[in-house]
Protein backbone atom coordinates (compact mmCIF):
# COMPACT_ATOMS: atom_id res chain seq x y z
CA UNK A 1 0.00 0.00 0.00
CA UNK A 2 3.49 2.03 0.51
CA UNK A 3 3.22 3.06 -3.54
CA UNK A 4 -0.76 4.50 -3.64
CA UNK A 5 0.88 8.04 -3.09
CA UNK A 6 3.34 7.80 -5.73
CA UNK A 7 0.73 5.91 -8.38
CA UNK A 8 -1.50 8.86 -7.39
CA UNK A 9 0.94 11.70 -8.37
CA UNK A 10 1.60 9.87 -11.29
CA UNK A 11 -1.83 9.81 -12.39
CA UNK A 12 -2.35 13.59 -11.32
CA UNK A 13 0.72 14.66 -13.24
CA UNK A 14 -0.92 13.18 -16.66
CA UNK A 15 -4.42 14.25 -15.92
CA UNK A 16 -3.05 17.51 -14.91
CA UNK A 17 -1.18 17.64 -18.50
CA UNK A 18 -3.86 16.32 -20.86
CA UNK A 19 -6.10 18.94 -18.64
CA UNK A 20 -4.37 21.75 -19.50
CA UNK A 21 -3.74 20.27 -23.58
CA UNK A 22 -7.16 20.51 -23.84
CA UNK A 23 -7.81 23.89 -22.66
CA UNK A 24 -5.34 24.63 -25.31
CA UNK A 25 -7.08 22.70 -28.02
CA UNK A 26 -10.42 24.67 -26.98
CA UNK A 27 -8.93 27.66 -27.30
CA UNK A 28 -7.05 27.20 -30.49
CA UNK A 29 -10.30 25.35 -32.14
CA UNK A 30 -12.47 28.22 -31.44
CA UNK A 31 -9.90 30.63 -32.98
CA UNK A 32 -9.49 28.66 -35.79
CA UNK A 33 -13.73 28.61 -36.30
CA UNK A 34 -13.19 32.77 -35.88
CA UNK A 35 -10.33 32.91 -38.58
CA UNK A 36 -12.46 30.54 -41.15
CA UNK A 37 -15.70 31.98 -40.39
CA UNK A 38 -13.67 35.87 -40.76
CA UNK A 39 -11.87 34.37 -44.23
CA UNK A 40 -15.38 33.09 -45.98
CA UNK A 41 -17.04 36.72 -45.16
CA UNK A 42 -14.40 38.22 -46.75
CA UNK A 43 -14.69 36.08 -49.61
CA UNK A 44 -18.29 37.02 -50.08
CA UNK A 45 -17.87 40.83 -49.50
CA UNK A 46 -15.16 40.83 -51.89
CA UNK A 47 -12.37 41.29 -49.27
CA UNK A 48 -8.99 39.34 -48.92
CA UNK A 49 -9.25 36.49 -47.20
CA UNK A 50 -5.60 35.10 -47.37
CA UNK A 51 -4.27 36.33 -44.04
CA UNK A 52 -7.26 35.00 -42.04
CA UNK A 53 -6.62 31.57 -44.29
CA UNK A 54 -3.26 31.49 -43.79
CA UNK A 55 -3.60 32.07 -39.83
CA UNK A 56 -6.30 29.76 -39.79
CA UNK A 57 -3.99 26.91 -41.22
CA UNK A 58 -0.95 27.84 -38.97
CA UNK A 59 -3.40 27.31 -36.15
CA UNK A 60 -4.30 24.22 -37.22
CA UNK A 61 -1.17 23.28 -37.58
CA UNK A 62 -0.40 24.16 -33.68
CA UNK A 63 -3.27 22.53 -32.90
CA UNK A 64 -2.39 19.20 -34.49
CA UNK A 65 1.06 19.21 -33.16
CA UNK A 66 -0.19 20.33 -29.51
CA UNK A 67 -2.66 17.33 -29.39
CA UNK A 68 0.12 14.28 -31.09
CA UNK A 69 0.55 12.66 -28.34
CA UNK A 70 -3.28 12.90 -26.72
CA UNK A 71 -5.05 10.71 -29.41
CA UNK A 72 -8.64 10.69 -27.56
CA UNK A 73 -8.44 15.00 -27.42
CA UNK A 74 -7.10 14.51 -31.60
CA UNK A 75 -10.02 12.96 -32.42
CA UNK A 76 -13.08 14.27 -30.19
CA UNK A 77 -15.14 17.18 -31.16
CA UNK A 78 -12.63 19.89 -30.20
CA UNK A 79 -10.10 18.84 -33.71
CA UNK A 80 -12.61 17.66 -36.04
CA UNK A 81 -14.89 20.97 -35.68
CA UNK A 82 -11.71 23.39 -36.57
CA UNK A 83 -10.98 20.62 -39.07
CA UNK A 84 -13.97 20.95 -40.47
CA UNK A 85 -14.22 24.51 -40.54
CA UNK A 86 -11.05 24.65 -42.19
CA UNK A 87 -11.94 22.29 -44.80
CA UNK A 88 -14.86 24.15 -45.54
CA UNK A 89 -12.83 27.61 -45.97
CA UNK A 90 -10.50 25.77 -48.42
CA UNK A 91 -12.34 24.05 -50.64
CA UNK A 92 -14.29 27.17 -51.34
CA UNK A 93 -10.86 29.21 -52.11
CA UNK A 94 -10.14 26.46 -54.53
CA UNK A 95 -13.42 26.56 -56.13
CA UNK A 96 -13.41 30.30 -56.32
CA UNK A 97 -9.90 30.68 -57.98
CA UNK A 98 -10.83 27.82 -60.25
CA UNK A 99 -8.23 25.10 -58.73
CA UNK A 100 -8.46 21.66 -57.92
CA UNK A 101 -10.78 20.91 -54.58
CA UNK A 102 -7.95 19.58 -52.18
CA UNK A 103 -8.48 16.16 -51.06
CA UNK A 104 -8.20 15.41 -47.04
CA UNK A 105 -4.73 13.89 -47.08
CA UNK A 106 -3.50 17.33 -48.69
CA UNK A 107 -5.12 19.63 -46.11
CA UNK A 108 -3.83 17.13 -43.09
CA UNK A 109 -7.25 16.37 -41.91
CA UNK A 110 -9.55 13.35 -41.12
CA UNK A 111 -11.81 12.19 -43.65
CA UNK A 112 -14.86 12.64 -41.54
CA UNK A 113 -14.25 16.14 -41.11
CA UNK A 114 -13.38 16.44 -44.98
CA UNK A 115 -16.79 15.02 -45.13
CA UNK A 116 -18.72 17.39 -42.77
CA UNK A 117 -16.58 20.38 -43.92
CA UNK A 118 -17.81 19.70 -48.11
CA UNK A 119 -21.08 19.89 -46.97
CA UNK A 120 -20.84 23.07 -45.18
CA UNK A 121 -19.31 24.31 -48.75
CA UNK A 122 -22.57 23.36 -50.40
CA UNK A 123 -24.49 26.19 -48.29
CA UNK A 124 -21.66 29.17 -49.37
CA UNK A 125 -22.06 27.97 -53.02
CA UNK A 126 -26.10 29.30 -52.58
CA UNK A 127 -25.02 32.74 -51.51
CA UNK A 128 -23.14 33.04 -54.53
CA UNK A 129 -26.16 31.54 -56.83
CA UNK A 130 -28.30 34.33 -55.23
CA UNK A 131 -26.14 37.01 -55.13
CA UNK A 132 -26.28 36.23 -59.05
CA UNK A 133 -29.89 36.02 -59.36
CA UNK A 134 -29.72 39.49 -57.87
CA UNK A 135 -27.41 40.86 -60.35
CA UNK A 136 -29.52 39.34 -63.20
CA UNK A 137 -26.58 36.81 -64.38
CA UNK A 138 -29.05 33.75 -64.26
CA UNK A 139 -26.01 31.92 -66.66
CA UNK A 140 -23.58 32.24 -63.69
CA UNK A 141 -26.52 31.51 -61.10
CA UNK A 142 -27.33 28.02 -62.95
CA UNK A 143 -23.64 27.23 -62.86
CA UNK A 144 -23.60 27.55 -59.37
CA UNK A 145 -26.34 25.84 -58.68
CA UNK A 146 -24.67 22.53 -61.03
CA UNK A 147 -21.69 22.68 -58.86
CA UNK A 148 -23.84 22.47 -55.90
CA UNK A 149 -25.75 19.35 -56.91
CA UNK A 150 -21.53 18.04 -57.87
CA UNK A 151 -21.56 18.49 -54.23
CA UNK A 152 -24.42 16.66 -53.70
CA UNK A 153 -23.48 13.58 -55.62
CA UNK A 154 -20.14 13.04 -53.85
CA UNK A 155 -21.79 13.75 -50.37
CA UNK A 156 -24.45 10.87 -51.34
CA UNK A 157 -21.84 8.30 -51.53
CA UNK A 158 -21.20 7.88 -48.32
CA UNK A 159 -23.45 5.70 -46.72
CA UNK A 160 -22.17 5.15 -42.97
CA UNK A 161 -23.94 5.45 -39.46
CA UNK A 162 -23.44 8.10 -37.31
CA UNK A 163 -21.43 7.11 -35.05
CA UNK A 164 -19.03 6.56 -37.66
CA UNK A 165 -19.12 9.72 -39.33
CA UNK A 166 -22.06 12.14 -39.01
CA UNK A 167 -22.79 12.65 -42.84
CA UNK A 168 -26.51 11.67 -42.61
CA UNK A 169 -27.48 15.12 -41.54
CA UNK A 170 -24.99 16.71 -44.01
CA UNK A 171 -26.69 14.75 -46.53
CA UNK A 172 -30.33 16.02 -45.23
CA UNK A 173 -29.28 19.64 -44.83
CA UNK A 174 -27.39 19.89 -48.17
CA UNK A 175 -30.76 18.09 -49.51
CA UNK A 176 -32.85 20.69 -48.12
CA UNK A 177 -30.74 23.75 -49.38
CA UNK A 178 -30.00 22.53 -53.09
CA UNK A 179 -34.01 21.73 -53.67
CA UNK A 180 -34.67 25.34 -52.36
CA UNK A 181 -31.95 26.76 -54.77
CA UNK A 182 -32.79 24.95 -57.57
CA UNK A 183 -36.56 26.45 -56.91
CA UNK A 184 -34.77 29.86 -56.87
CA UNK A 185 -32.86 29.61 -59.92
CA UNK A 186 -35.81 28.03 -61.69
CA UNK A 187 -38.00 30.94 -60.76
CA UNK A 188 -35.56 33.77 -61.69
CA UNK A 189 -34.92 32.11 -64.99
CA UNK A 190 -38.61 32.25 -65.67
CA UNK A 191 -39.19 35.99 -64.65
CA UNK A 192 -35.81 36.53 -66.46
CA UNK A 193 -37.52 35.13 -69.36
CA UNK A 194 -41.08 36.67 -69.47
CA UNK A 195 -39.24 39.97 -68.80
CA UNK A 196 -37.13 39.50 -72.00
CA UNK A 197 -39.79 38.16 -73.59
CA UNK A 198 -42.31 41.55 -72.97
CA UNK A 199 -39.10 43.52 -73.92
CA UNK A 200 -39.43 42.16 -77.16
CA UNK A 201 -43.11 42.49 -77.67
CA UNK A 202 -42.77 45.85 -76.97
CA UNK A 203 -40.15 46.80 -79.32
Known amino acids: ME???FIAEDIESQLDEKDAVREIALKSSRNIVRLCGKAIRQMHNQG????AAQE?????QRLIGVTR??????????????MQEFVELKVLLAYSSGAAIPGYKELNVTPEAYLLGVGDVIGEIRRF??????RGSM?????????????YDFLMIFNYP???VAVRRKQDIARGVLEKTRGDVTM?????SLEKMLDNKEK
Do not use: C, T, W
Open 3 to 5: NLD
Open 48 to 51: DPDE
Open 56 to 60: ALEEL
Open 69 to 82: DFPDIRHSGIVESA
Open 129 to 134: ALDNIR
Open 139 to 151: DKAAQYLEHMEDL
Open 162 to 164: NGL
Open 188 to 192: ALRSH
